[in-house]
C-alpha cells in the first residue's frame, strides 16, 4: 500500500492595494506579487469571517475575480495591533 502525502495549502503573503468607505468597509482592488506583477481584481463577489485556525487568528476571506477567475484573497489580522499594523494578505496555494 503505498503512503500519499495530503497537500496543505500554502500561504503566499502579497502585498494588496485596498480602499476604505466612509463606513470603514476595506475593498480590495489589486494584488501584487513579489516580483512585481500586479493583478486588479475585477470584482468581490463575497466577503465572510473566516479564523486561521492553525494561528488563532481572526480574519476575513474574500471571493473575487480576476481575469474571469473566481479566486480567495485571506486578511489575516494581528494579535498586536500597532497603529500601522492591522494584519496582513494571502492567497492559498496547493503543493
Known amino acids: 500500500m503505498a503512503y500519499t502525502k495530503s497537500s ?3 500561504r503566499i503573503y502579497v502585498k494588496v492595494n485596498s480602499d476604505f468607505d466612509s ?3 476595506m475593498q480590495p ?3 501584487i506579487w513579489k516580483d512585481g506583477r500586479v493583478f486588479p481584481i475585477d470584482s468581490v463577489r463575497d466577503f465572510r469571517p473566516a479564523s486561521s485556525v492553525d494561528q488563532n487568528l481572526p480574519g476575513d476571506c ?3 475575480v480576476i481575469k ?3 479566486k480567495h484573497l485571506f486578511f489575516e489580522r494581528s494579535q498586536d495591533r500597532f497603529a ?3 494584519g496582513r494578505w494571502f492567497v492559498e496555494s496547493i503543493h
Open 23 to 25: 463606513t470603514g468597509f
Open 8 to 10: 496543505r495549502p500554502e
Open 84 to 86: 500601522s499594523h492591522f
Open 62 to 64: 474574500y471571493t473575487v
Open 29 to 31: 482592488r489589486s494584488i
Open 68 to 70: 474571469g477567475e473566481t
